[in-house]
């Protein structure tokens, strides 16, 4: 019964009806639940052939380093994402994914996989549209960061996690749990905190939407929506 | 005999050694050849269940647009990559394909993939790796959007085409063929054609790239890696 809850089982779901042997498959993938204490890296740039893993409690990120000591923050993931799936793929991970909480997490067995791609090609398929979409999430960060100036990229990413977050049903009453803290965010967004400040200041004076304490509560999410012109297909199965 | 010296299987065969039976699937799986004129859009964004392509000749540019028409390249494909595989995942595809050059590309049978997973997990894998890599790519292409100043990212851009023309055995003498105007060029590093002249005209001066008449010539390789930090690992197998 426990796997009928799973946020990972209920994002696959919006792409296959998972029958039980199917979810028995699913569970036997994986290895026991980690527990990862907020902070800590999971994988690192550069890890010959590292593993992948699901992700089924917390938050957590991935970033790319430079030379130079800095970083870019590629990607956020929550609950049911999964953590260096295609960095698995690689000789060498190409990115660092990092706790932002407290983690939940179990690892794929990749030992078993072309077996199980054998045995399970339906499965294996929705798996590879999950991989499909966290292209498409990038792809899109891309034209944030490209083309979107600080108040629509601000707006773009609360908008982008309240959907993310409703696909596995934690996102209520107009609003989502959100633990970012400002570093990170603005870190994620490429800008100063004192501009993401200002940016929030400015979203919640305008009562679109509202960041505070963990929350995330829009004000009015159709103004906000036009506002960015954020169009969720890119998220949708 | 010719699909031995295809850019695909080239590249295909950076992960695998393929055997005669894997070949003659692969060519099972791919329609037949069909000439694409410059200019032309192969795949538009949102359109609903979008075919695979495999680009055999000429480059290609994937992009998204915004709602005020402005749009952010995504990617710039050469020979032996794929068209919109990740968006044929999608129930819409993300992205807008377009022929930089005329192209040769054929249509992938994805109503067989299922099967052909089932049948040859070991080739499946190695399409899977393509499909990591090309996450890879864009994700270093966020990295260079985010984080590395105009030089840095124009050197960056013609290392990594210099890398990816060689692993198709289309980079000799330091150079190579690279069919980009200088508007498409500027657009995918997001500056003015103005800037893009600026910056490569610093790039020859100081005998590190020239980028003339369709070909890019490296005049000190070394240096301009460690000039920029371009580090290949993402591209390798």
Redesign the interface.
């Known amino acids: 019964m426990q796997a009928i809850i799973d946020a990972f089982v209920r994002k696959l779901e919006a792409f296959i009806d998972l029958r039980p042997d199917e979810l028995r498959v699913l569970q036997a993938l994986q290895g026991p639940s980690v527990q990862i204490a907020a902070g800590k890296e999971i994988i690192h740039e ?1 890890q010959h052939r590292s593993s992948a893993y699901i992700l089924h409690e917390g938050w957590a990120y991935s970033c ?1 380093r ?3 000591g ?1 970083r ?1 923050i ?1 990607d956020i993931q929550i609950p049911g994402d999964f953590l260096g799936l ?2 698995s ?4 991970s ?2 660092t994914f990092v706790a932002l909480t407290n983690l939940q997490i179990t690892k794929i067995n990749m030992d078993r ?3 199980f ?2 045995s399970h ?2 499965l ?2 929705a798996l ?2 999950c ?6 999430i ?6 944030s ?4 100036d600080a108040l629509e990229r601000t707006a773009h990413f609360l908008l982008e996690f309240g959907s993310r977050m409703g696909s596995i049903g934690r996102f209520s009453n107009d609003s989502y749990e959100c633990p970012i803290s400002q570093p990170i965010l603005a870190d994620a967004l ?1 800008i100063t905190t004192t501009h993401l400040n200002r940016i929030l200041r400015r979203l919640r004076e305008r009562e679109l939407v509202m960041f505070r304490n963990g929350t995330v509560i829009f004000l009015n999410r159709s103004k906000l929506v036009e506002a960015t ?1 954020f169009d969720r ?2 998220l ?2």
């Open positions: 550069g790319k430079l030379p130079d800095e870019q590629i295609h960095s793929m690689l000789r060498m190409d990115q996989s072309l077996e791609v054998q090609p339906r294996a398929a590879l549209r991989v499909a979409h966290d292209e498409a990038i792809a899109e960060h891309l034209v960061i490209g083309k979107r490429g012109g297909s890119y949708e199965e």
